[in-house]
């Protein structure tokens, strides 16, 4: 997974973490997380507010 398949990061987060309200979720955490998935693997340094925002919208789209 990459920054952007933001789609598939949302999934992936809303399985690890299915008891998280993501819009209660920090963005240095939510950072920490991503990079944490199995199968990420991307830069880490490219993770920033823009994708952070797409990705916790996306996964509060996949928790509704």
């Given amino acids: 997974m990459k920054w952007t ?3 598939a ?11 998280v ?3 209660t979720v920090r963005f240095v955490d939510l950072h920490n997380w991503v990079v944490g998935l199995e199968g990420f693997d ?3 340094a490219r ?7 797409a990705i916790q919208t996306a ?6």
């Fill in 59 to 64: 996964w509060i789209d996949e928790a509704s």
């Fill in 47 to 53: 993770g920033g507010e823009r994708v952070l925002e």
């Fill in 9 to 19: 990061i949302a999934e992936a987060l809303y399985e690890t973490y299915p008891d």
């Fill in 21 to 23: 309200d993501p819009r």
């Fill in 5 to 7: 398949d933001v789609a």
């Fill in 42 to 44: 991307d830069d880490r």
